[in-house]
């Protein structure tokens, strides 16, 4: 088959020669390796962004990512969820919806990937989530738990992208660019209570420093005084509607 233009099939990302992605998924490339070869080919993503591997592998109940798509084979799928607002936060969430709600409509013009391959790619996708223990009713949903802040959350970054460095294996920080997407060639990791040892030690020396605290002193005092100015202003105002209200209750 020949290119597949994105703006004429709807399909995800850039252009796709035919049945390649899958071909090396079946033929045993992991969803990161295709990200990254992806990303070093400088192939651009969805909306332009770096290929990850949850693009290509996407999530298993809701169809999404590339190899998951069955806009693929040529049937199109929609009504699979429903947005909603969460009233504590005020952001869209998304909801699956009963899969008899689901509405399907075979499009064969856009088939890009043969029937007998698409079987092998499922295959294969259902083998690893089966290995992984993800169909396994008890296992840990670490998705509905709140994830632990630690001292160096969202502080650290990679000297290399910019990117803040995330969190990879037990206890370590490292460049996430670089681990999934290929785009950075940092790949050091560093030991998280280490790193937070060390920043510590060097806030324990340096905060003590006399011309440190001289400029905390001085900025710290200012602060107060604005704060108490401002204080001083609002108590003012506010005297001064209740007189106002005071005296319309008294006319009344």
């Known amino acids: 088959m020949g290119q597949i233009s994105v703006e004429k099939s ?53 169809g999404t990512g590339i190899l998951r798509n069955e806009l693929y084979i040529g049937r199109m799928v929609w009504n699979r969820m429903r947005y909603l607002k969460d009233p504590a936060t005020g952001k869209r969430v998304s909801r ?47 998705w509905e738990k709140r994830r632990a802040k630690h001292l160096l959350t969202n502080k650290v970054f990679c000297a290399c992208c910019g990117h803040v460095l995330s969190a990879f294996g037990g206890d370590y920080l490292a460049c996430g660019p670089a681990r999934r997407r290929g785009t950075c060639s940092n790949r050091t990791s560093l030991k998280r209570a280490r790193l937070e040892s060390a920043v510590i ?8 420093d006399p011309e440190a605290v001289g400029a905390f002193v001085t900025e710290f005092t200012a602060e107060w005084n ?18 106002v209200i005071q005296r319309k209750l008294d006319k009344m």
């Open 10 to 62: 709807g399909l995800p990302g850039s252009d796709l020669s035919g049945n390649q992605h899958f071909r090396s998924f079946a033929e045993g490339l992991s969803p990161l390796a295709i990200a990254k070869q992806l990303n070093q080919a400088a192939i651009p993503g969805p909306e332009g962004r770096p290929w990850l591997d949850t693009t290509i592998r996407g999530h298993a109940t809701r």
């Open 96 to 142: 699956m919806n009963p899969k008899e709600e689901w509405s399907t409509m075979e499009v064969p013009s856009l088939r890009i990937v043969d029937q007998e391959l698409w079987d092998q790619v499922q295959g294969r996708l259902a083998n690893i989530r089966d290995a992984s223990g993800a169909n396994k009713p008890d296992r840990p949903k670490f």
């Open 201 to 208: 030690e060097a806030l324990r020396h340096n905060l003590m």
């Open 226 to 243: 604005r704060l108490a100015a401002e204080s001083n202003a609002n108590r003012v105002q506010e005297q001064n509607r209740l007189n």
